[in-house]
């Protein structure tokens, strides 16, 4: 095949199906006399002539009108649009609206709040912890009466009041960090060798 060849073919569609209105009557080239009708002249003449068969004792005073009527009005709703759409689409379209919960719908579900509930929690408050006495100072680090300085005579006045004895800062209740678990285990046995 050569490039002329491929560059004359040329692909066509058409949407005139999608552009011509559904209608009922028309097959091939033949339709029905004044037709093809669309589904709104139907409804209208399926229910105007129901109508008037019924109440035929009310209108046959007037005539011809009542019927010149019904036929004026299966001609103008041929293609009528309401905001550029059918009058049965439209009708559906306010149908599925109103139908539509007023949230909405979220994957095919309606969309609904959850229902409020009262969030309930607590709390407890605990006295603080109460700190073990302080323990007395190992032999070690507390020091021997007999080597304490003495004052001396020639001491100023306010070195005859009694000294007070330095307090044991506050020792923990327990170890908290393995280190200090090692140390206290190490101080039970007899000290470190």
């Known amino acids: 095949m050569s490039a ?28 029905i006399p004044l037709g093809p009708y669309t589904p709104a002249q139907i409804a209208v003449a399926v229910g105007g002539g129901f109508l008037l068969i019924k109440t035929i004792n009310w209108w046959s005073w007037m005539g011809p009108i009542p019927i010149a009527a019904w036929l004026l009005s ?16 439209a009708a559906l379209g306010w149908v599925l609206l109103l139908w539509q919960p ?25 006295d603080a912890p109460v700190q073990a006495p302080a323990a007395a100072p190992s032999p070690a680090v507390r020091p021997r009466i007999d080597q304490a300085p003495h004052p001396g005579p020639a001491a100023s006045p306010s070195a005859t009041l009694p000294r007070k004895e330095p307090t044991a800062p506050a020792v923990p209740v327990g170890p908290v960090s393995g280190v200090q678990q ?12």
Do not use: N
């Not at 949407?15 to 080239?29: C, E, F, I, N, S």
């Not at 103008?76 to 689409?89: C, D, E, F, N, S």
């Open 74 to 89: 299966i001609w103008a709703v041929r293609r009528p649009k309401i905001r550029g759409r059918a009058p049965l689409q």
């Open 182 to 193: 090692l140390l206290a285990l190490a101080e039970q046995s007899g000290g470190v060798r």
């Open 102 to 126: 007023q949230g909405g719908r979220i994957g095919g579900r309606a969309a609904r709040d959850r229902a409020p509930h009262p969030l309930i929690g607590g709390f407890t408050i605990e």
């Open 4 to 31: 002329a060849a491929a560059a004359g073919r040329v692909g066509r569609f058409y949407t005139a199906a999608r552009r011509h209105p559904w209608v009922l009557g028309k097959v091939a080239d033949w339709k």
